[in-house]
């Protein structure tokens, strides 16, 4: 079954912590994307990735990293979290570029305390 | 600079009735549009995807969306919503011409009542 797959699914910790929020998927996609979603304002990018060893910043990614060692893996980094940090986050990815439909996970809620 | 809306933050139709979702959109290349459907505590589905050729565009679950290059305006469309369709719809631009970014509007909240 082709899926993309986000973990932890729910966190709760502390500022200055740093976490990471792994994500996987399966269908050998090449564009792989991180989004925040926050009540009155959508989905917003973080960053994204067109191939391996290639990330670019979406609109909001002060605070976060990504890498991409691995075409399947994309996982998103919180160096020193911070309060405003804290919201539902999903991994996407598509085939190609941003002309194509993307998969979503289920998404990670992240509270920041 | 690239930008999506969704004018209406939220709306209420009765089962039955036919729903039309407004989504206005600004890029300055082609334009590749799409719907997703977001159910309460799920990720996004994809509804259906405009890229080129025919303007009104059929999805999933019996919504079609009709693309107006003149209105910059992507509208999704059902005849008749079921009492499942209540959810939160996202009108999305994907930007591959400047960038390779997605665009989303902020969102419309679907209450379907008996």
């Known amino acids: 079954e082709a899926q993309v797959t986000q973990n932890p699914r729910y966190l709760i910790t502390v500022t200055g912590k740093k976490l990471t929020v792994t994500c996987s998927q399966n269908m050998n996609h090449e564009y792989m994307s991180w989004y925040r979603q926050d009540p009155g304002l959508g989905l917003r990018q973080i960053y994204y990735?067109?191939?391996?060893?290639?990330?670019d910043k979406g609109d909001v990614p002060e605070g976060y990293k990504v890498s991409r060692k691995e075409k399947r893996n994309f996982p998103l980094i919180l160096e020193s979290p911070s309060p405003n940090q804290t919201s539902l986050y999903f991994c996407a990815s598509a085939r190609e570029r941003a002309n194509q439909p993307q998969h979503f996970g289920d998404g990670t809620r992240l509270s920041i305390l | 600079a690239q930008s999506v809306t969704q004018p209406d933050i939220h709306i209420t139709v009765s089962e039955g009735a036919s729903l039309e979702l407004r989504c206005n959109y600004s890029?300055?290349?082609?334009?590749?549009l799409f719907w997703y459907v977001q159910s309460p505590g799920q990720g996004l589905q994809l509804l259906l995807k405009y890229f080129s050729g025919d303007t009104l565009v059929q999805g999933i679950k019996g919504f079609e969306a009709e693309f107006k290059r003149s209105q910059s305006s992507f509208n999704l469309r059902k005849p008749s919503v079921h009492w499942s369709d209540a959810a939160e719809y996202f009108c999305?631009?994907?930007?591959?011409?400047?960038?390779?970014?997605?665009?989303f509007g902020t969102g419309t909240s679907l209450t379907v009542i008996p």
């Open positions: 990735s067109m191939n391996v060893e290639v990330t």
């Open positions: 999305t631009v994907g930007a591959p011409d400047t960038g390779n970014q997605f665009y």
């Open positions: 890029y300055g290349a082609t334009p590749y």
